[in-house]
């Protein structure tokens, strides 16, 4: 399906300026009838926009995205996190060589005094790349203030895959730890910390954390031609947890 469309727009760039609205019109068209392309499209020229629309390859009822339809993030998000800990490591309210329980996060628990903010952002915590601990922590819980620092801090102590640093392996957890983190210094709860440290001073002013499944556009996955709607939405901190909407 890549294959078509780039091969569509190459030859977009070939057509002449009278007839290229026609030959626009006419690759599109056939580049989606051999592909299960849905979604939007762009194609700019020598800074001339030539097509930006919604292009539908299916007949099922699908809600298709338009230029203000939050876009679901998933784990493109965790560069705002790795941002936002770093500007605040910047501006002095976070030490990337000091362990995490030293400055006030997971104090509780043996494995805090072992790992440092630099660990969790290196992906050398030695934390698992999930965490699966009974019913009560199968998903972060948000407190009345929408921070989930305070569940975070209840986590049970558990041995780490190996002593910070000496290995490398990818955990969703130091996002989770990262995020309590951000909120700790910055005495906000990621929605807000995040509109401050970046979409504010980028003017994404319609960018933030999705705050239930009706919030942003749902993925799906095509079987036999059928449409199954795919549920993303995990709710975490600073975990695929944001849109964007420029």
């Known amino acids: 399906m890549s294959r078509i469309l780039l091969f569509a ?20 068209q056939k580049a989606v009838a051999q592909s299960d392309f849905n979604g939007l499209l762009y194609i700019e020229q020598n800074g001339e926009v030539l097509f930006n629309g919604s292009i539908r390859f299916t007949e099922s009822e699908l809600t298709m995205p338009n230029e203000d339809t939050p876009i679901y993030l998933a784990s493109l998000s965790k560069v ?10 910047d501006n002095g309210l976070i030490n ?14 043996q494995f805090g005094s072992l790992i440092t903010p630099h660990h969790l952002l290196e992906m050398r915590s030695g ?18 203030l929408d921070r989930a620092g305070p569940f975070l801090d209840t986590l049970p ?9 000496s290995d490398e392996e990818y955990s969703n957890l130091n996002y989770w730890i990262l995020g309590s983190m951000i909120e700790e210094v910055t005495d906000a709860n990621p ?5 401050d440290l970046i979409f504010d001073r980028l003017s994404m002013r319609s960018s933030g954390l999705v705050k ?26 600073m975990l695929q947890v944001v849109f964007i909407r420029v």
């Open 9 to 28: 727009i190459s030859f977009i760039t070939l057509a002449s300026c009278q007839s290229k609205n026609r030959k626009i019109q006419e690759v599109v």
């Open 80 to 89: 705002f996190t790795e941002g936002a800990a770093l500007q605040l490591h």
């Open 96 to 109: 990337l060589s000091s362990s995490i329980s030293d400055q006030g996060v997971n104090e509780h628990q």
């Open 127 to 144: 934390l698992p790349r999930e965490f699966s601990y009974g019913e009560e922590f199968a998903q972060v819980i948000y407190d009345e």
């Open 157 to 165: 102590d558990f041995e780490l895959s190996f002593t910070p640093r």
């Open 191 to 195: 929605d807000r910390a995040f509109y």
């Open 212 to 237: 239930s499944d009706t919030d942003v556009l749902h993925g799906y996955i095509f079987e036999d031609g059928l449409g199954r709607k795919m549920i993303l939405i995990i709710r975490a901190v």
